[in-house]
């Protein structure tokens, strides 16, 4: 399957370096020499040329393409070639119709793709804009200082990376099918491991953990987050159930996350120094919210954090857009005395130079652009599909039980599943009639429509499909 990437900055180059490793047919496009020079080292085709024109997308293959994604920074680039790419795909061929991805950071762009318009006018199939879910990743990993990274599958589903502790004494060098049997409320489910010096794995009953090992444990529910840490030897720190937080900026993105804690019962103060902006949240229907206060002053004034005893904030968030500028922001609450402290950043380099600064958890957005892209690539699944942050080739995806699925109807002991793929989640309709997340038991029954999310090697990917069917 041929597929063709516009744009060889870090989104494409990371999304590049993800399917060439799963032995698809790549073609990337750039018109910057030293992006095109740098991704020369990519196992596909790279070419020097405008995603905008017909000739270079022709060059490229795309009439013969089954996917076409969109990533260059600019969304007005990207909507003009994709428009073009499905033109010059032609649609005479209706086996292979042309899967169109595009990244858009325009609000008024992704409410034209909400609203179904930007399909019939710019023939884009997926739209990428991974806010929403850097966000949730973001809060998510705040709640501990220890864990090292956080990918939300929806409906309190969470995947969680950390490192084993040197005081967990009582689980290393021993079976992990013996310690199931030992932990009565049941041990954490591990879906990945990463061992110095050896290659990625999925982890069965015979797997003996070792201190230092990088794992990716399965969770259901941000209450969960702290089992895991202290199964693992790392120390809990608390989080309060309504915590007061500190949002620098009144920006979209600042919008976003004052409306995601206040979602989650915290109480949000938001520091603006423009007083347009001040003003423009503060008279908003979100403005209106009894746990929300927006002040405006400058977020580097001591006496004005001072003044809203910024000492006795829980979090403090930055949502500037320059990525120093939201460090520094960041940094001077953690010295005034904010124990969680959480970046959103533009500059993957930038996130573990955090890290060692004492912050508390940053996101990669490019990551979270990447994982959003791979999920619509491979449609086949049905939901999410996931690149774990530190364990290598191992991935995540989201499959649907059907009736034609040899193991519908039968528990998940007797679907005997191979051990080079672990189940991390069940997914089901409730009688409320929305999706809620279950840990996997061995006497849970797989229904049909079920959905399930199954870790494993990435060169194991088909094997999984074809056992779902699919």
């Given at each position: 399957m041929r597929i063709i990437i516009g744009g060889a900055g870090r989104v494409g180059y990371a999304l590049a370096r993800a399917l060439s490793r799963e032995k698809y047919d790549v073609v990337i496009i750039d018109q910057d020499s030293r992006a095109v020079s740098n991704a020369q080292a990519l196992d596909g085709l790279v070419l020097h040329g405008n995603i905008t024109s017909r000739e270079t997308l022709?060059?490229?293959?795309?009439?013969?393409?089954?996917?076409?994604?969109?990533?260059?920074?600019?969304?007005?680039?990207?909507?003009?070639?994709?428009?073009?790419?499905?033109?010059?795909?032609?649609?005479?061929?209706?086996?292979?119709?042309?899967?169109s991805v595009c990244r858009l950071g325009n609000a008024s762009f992704v409410n034209e793709y909400r609203q179904g318009h930007l399909k019939e006018w710019a023939n884009v199939d997926h739209i990428v804009n991974p806010l929403r879910g850097a966000i949730t990743r973001l809060n998510a990993g705040l709640r501990s200082t220890d864990i090292e990274e956080v990918i939300p599958f929806d409906d309190e589903a969470y995947v969680i990376e950390l490192n084993v502790g040197d005081s967990a004494h009582n689980i290393t060098s021993r079976k992990l099918g013996d310690l199931k049997e030992d932990f009565v409320h049941g041990f954490p489910n591990?879906?990945?491991?990463?061992?110095?010096?050896?290659?990625?794995?999925?982890?069965?009953?015979?797997?003996?953990?070792?201190?230092?090992?990088?794992?990716?444990?399965?969770?259901?529910?941000?209450?969960?987050?702290?089992?895991?840490?202290?199964?693992?030897?790392?120390?809990?720190?608390y989080f309060p159930e309504e915590p007061r937080v500190a949002i620098i900026g009144a920006t979209p993105i600042g919008t976003k996350m004052a409306e995601d804690w206040l979602n989650h019962d915290a109480k949000v103060t938001v520091i603006e120094g423009e007083l347009h902006l001040a003003n423009q949240l503060a008279g908003s229907k979100l403005g209106g919210h009894p746990n929300l206060e927006v002040i405006h002053g400058d977020h580097l004034d001591k006496s004005v954090l001072e003044?809203?005893?910024?000492?006795?904030?829980?979090?403090?968030?930055?949502?500037?857009?320059?990525?120093?500028?939201?460090?520094?922001?960041?940094?001077?609450?953690?010295?005034?005395?904010?124990?969680?402290?959480?970046?959103?950043?533009?500059?993957?380099?930038?996130v573990k130079v955090t890290q060692r600064m004492g912050i508390s958890f940053a996101v990669d957005r490019r990551r979270v652009a990447v994982d959003n892209m791979l999920t619509y690539i491979h449609e086949k699944v049905s939901g999410h599909y996931a690149l774990l942050s530190a364990i290598p080739d191992v991935v995540g995806l989201t499959l649907e039980v059907t009736e034609k699925a040899k193991f519908a109807g039968k528990s998940i002991a007797e679907a005997q599943f191979p051990d080079w793929m672990t189940l991390a989640f069940v997914k089901r309709i409730n009688l409320a009639g929305e999706w809620e997340s279950m840990q996997p038991k061995a006497s849970e029954l797989l229904l049909e429509k079920d959905h399930v999310v199954m870790f494993c090697h990435r060169d194991r990917v088909l094997d999984i499909q074809k056992r779902f069917k699919v």
């Open positions: 022709l060059e490229a293959g795309i009439e013969s393409a089954s996917v076409f994604v969109a990533a260059t920074p600019s969304d007005e680039s990207n909507l003009i070639a994709c428009s073009i790419a499905e033109h010059a795909h032609g649609t005479e061929d209706e086996q292979n119709p042309l899967i591990i879906v990945a491991v990463k061992r110095t010096g050896q290659r990625s794995f999925v982890p069965n009953d015979e797997t003996k953990l070792e201190k230092g090992d990088r794992i990716a444990v399965a969770v259901v529910g941000l209450d969960n987050f702290n089992p895991a840490l202290l199964t693992f030897g790392h120390e809990v720190t003044e809203i005893s910024i000492e006795q904030f829980d979090v403090a968030l930055s949502s500037l857009e320059n990525d120093h500028a939201n460090i520094a922001a960041v940094l001077l609450a953690s010295d005034l005395g904010v124990t969680h402290t959480g970046l959103l950043l533009y500059d993957a380099d930038l």
